[in-house]
Structures are given as structure tokens and as C-alpha cells.
């Protein structure tokens, strides 16, 4: 359950932990929602609860309630939300620490970012993964190393982002489990080996221009993947 506004974010559960962040409007829509009857659809109220706002509409028209209001809003809880305000170390310490922490204890994490074109899921998930490879690469034990593997799903097609886009294969193991055949990586030794691994990777993504952004990537999904190696 969301907790009360103004209360002390709990602790992000093992398993699985839905996170929502609301980016800043920019100047485009700032001038948008100073026409009559533009409103923000969604705002965050942390540290767990996101409210959705919409008007009150019968038959295909606007109701307005007794006390004039033409908004109802409906809220949503969620593990930690996150406020336009909040800027990405906040997130990075909320979020990746405690999964750096499991990688280097021996276990293994995954963060997946969902939401609609321009809604800020690159910019969120660069910053997270420059923070996290700075953590793994200060914290990994004595003997070990850090590899990193990018590809993207487009279609019912699979490409290697660190391999000129080359083809791979999916196949499921005995145990269910889906591989990459033949998914090459890049040893990491540093954070300046990460970021021009990573600047590569992202530039090999298939994109497009959208009404929202000049350069929106056009792949179901895109994954980047650091492995400690003994």
C-alpha cells in the first residue's frame, strides 16, 4: 500500500519492485498547458503513491462536479515514486545501490524501463547504468572482471549492438532459459571503457523520428548487460 505523503520511503522489497518517475514538462508542453482546459494528466506524490487525473466525461461531454470541478483523479501506489525534482543520484540511490549491492554479494538484478516514446526512459536508464558500473567496477572482488553485451529486439529480429548489428539467434535451453547465440562482449576496465562501450551500443539502436523526440529508438527492446567473470 502507498504510504502517506511526506512519509519515509520504505525499503524496495526483494523480487520484483514497480518504481514510477515523472519527468519535467518541457518548454513544448509548458506553452501546451497554458491552453484552456490542458491539464497534467499524471503527478507523483511521494514516496509511493501516483495520481492520474482526467475530466469527467458523459455521453462526450465535460461534467463539471458541485463544486465546479471538472477533474477526477484516481490513485495508484507503487514501491517509490519519484518527483520531476528528484534528479537521477536520488534515483541511483534508491534504486541501483541496493542492486549493485546483490551483484557483488554474488547475485544477479535486472532493471527494466517501460513507458511511451519521450517519456525520459533513456535519459533515466544512462544515468542509472553510468552509476552502476562505477559501483561494480570500485567493488568487484580481487581476481574478477566486468564484461558488458548490448543487443535490441526489432520485430521477431535479434542484433548485436557491439558487433556491427550482426544477427543472433534465440534459443531456449532445457530449463527454459533464452540465450543470444553467439552475443559478443567487451571486457570493462574502466568507467571511460563503459561509456564508449555503452555510446557505441546506442548508436547501432535502430531509430527514428517521432513527434516527441528527433531520435527515438524503433526496437521493442533494448538490453545492456554487465557479467562479473572470474
Do not use: M
Not at 504510504?3 to 523480487?15: M, V
Not at 466525461?57 to 520531476?84: D, I, M, N, W, Y
Request: charged share 20%; proline share 5%.
Amino acid at each position: 500500500a502507498a504510504q502517506p505523503p511526506g512519509g519515509a520511503p520504505a525499503a524496495l522489497p526483494d523480487g520484483i519492485a514497480v518504481c514510477v518517475r515523472q519527468r519535467p514538462v518541457v518548454p513544448r508542453e509548458q506553452a501546451l498547458l497554458e491552453a484552456p482546459h490542458e491539464f497534467e494528466c499524471t503527478t507523483v506524490v511521494p514516496p509511493a503513491t501516483v495520481a492520474v487525473h482526467c475530466e469527467r466525461v458523459s455521453l462526450g461531454r465535460v461534467l463539471e462536479g458541485a463544486g465546479g470541478e471538472r477533474l477526477q483523479t484516481k490513485k495508484f501506489a507503487a514501491h517509490r515514486c519519484f518527483a520531476p525534482g528528484e534528479g537521477d543520484a536520488a534515483l541511483y540511490e534508491a534504486i541501483g545501490a541496493p542492486l549493485v549491492a546483490r551483484v557483488l554479494a554474488g547475485g544477479a538484478a535486472t532493471v527494466i524501463a517501460y513507458g511511451q516514446t519521450g517519456s525520459g526512459k533513456t535519459h533515466t536508464t544512462q544515468q542509472l547504468l553510468d552509476r552502476v558500473a562505477a559501483a561494480l567496477l570500485g567493488g568487484v572482488r580481487a581476481g574478477a572482471s566486468l564484461e558488458l553485451s548490448a543487443f535490441e529486439n526489432l520485430g521477431d529480429k535479434c542484433y548485436d549492438l557491439l558487433n556491427e548489428r550482426a544477427e543472433l539467434a534465440l534459443r531456449e535451453d532445457a530449463d527454459g532459459a533464452v540465450h543470444a547465440r553467439g552475443l559478443s562482449t567487451t571486457a570493462l576496465a574502466s568507467a571511460a571503457d563503459f561509456e564508449r562501450a555503452v555510446a557505441w551500443g546506442a548508436a547501432q539502436r535502430a531509430q527514428a523520428a517521432t513527434t516527441t523526440n528527433a531520435q527515438s529508438s524503433r526496437s521493442q527492446r533494448t538490453t545492456f548487460g554487465i557479467e562479473s567473470v572470474q
